[in-house]
Structures are given as structure tokens and as C-alpha cells.
């Protein structure tokens, strides 16, 4: 997804990742992984729980949010939304990138 963000800022795009985390784990994450894009640490998850995304598992010690992408333009509108079935389960950059021309 990384190499995709280039093409996703030449169409006016923010990516906006939202984790239920602590930031310093979060820091140490994004360090590590050397991702450039803004994060809303939600360590109550409130955002996650408005967004309908928050699951009940028990994942590596926390409960998690089910891996969602939402696309919303500038009025504020959801035009796309995908939901993960599990952790693994995201759209793929070129299904983002065809969801955007639209």
C-alpha cells in the first residue's frame, strides 16, 4: 500500500490510518515500518466503535478493530466503504485507487 500512496495524493487523497493503540506503541510501529501516513490514535476506540468496525476477539492481547477502508469525500460523505472479514481480508491498492476515479 506504501508504494501506492504517491498516486493516491496526485488525486487529492489523505490517508488517515485509525488505531486503537497507545501512541508509543503506535510511534514504535510506524518507526519501525517507516509509514509516512497521519495516525488517530483512539486508545478507547471510540472512533472505531462510531465506524461500526470494532470486534470483540481477543488478538495478540487487545480487542481489535476489524481492517476497514472508507472513503470520504470533501463534504464529508462516505462514498466506499470495505470491511475486513479478518485481519488479512483489505482492498487491494488498485481496487482503492479504481474507487477513487469514480
Known amino acids: ?3 501506492y500512496i504517491p ?3 496526485e488525486m487529492g487523497t489523505i490517508s488517515i490510518g485509525i488505531v486503537g493503540q497507545k501512541a508509543e506503541n503506535v510511534q514504535k510501529f510506524l518507526k519501525k515500518h517507516g509509514l509516512p501516513m ?3 490514535i483512539d486508545p478507547d476506540r471510540a472512533v472505531i466503535k462510531r465506524y461500526g468496525v470494532y470486534n470483540r476477539i481477543w488478538f495478540d492481547g487487545f480487542n481489535v478493530a476489524r481492517p476497514a ?3 470520504i469525500d ?3 460523505i462516505i462514498r466506499f466503504i470495505y470491511v475486513g472479514s479478518n485481519q488479512l481480508d483489505r482492498p ?3 481496487m482503492i485507487l479504481s474507487e477513487l476515479k469514480r
Do not use: H, I, K, Y
Open 1 to 3: 500500500m506504501q508504494d
Open 7 to 9: 498516486a493516491f495524493e
Open 38 to 40: 497521519p495516525m488517530l
Open 69 to 71: 477502508t472508507f472513503l
Open 74 to 76: 470533501r463534504q464529508g
Open 92 to 94: 487491494s491498492p488498485e
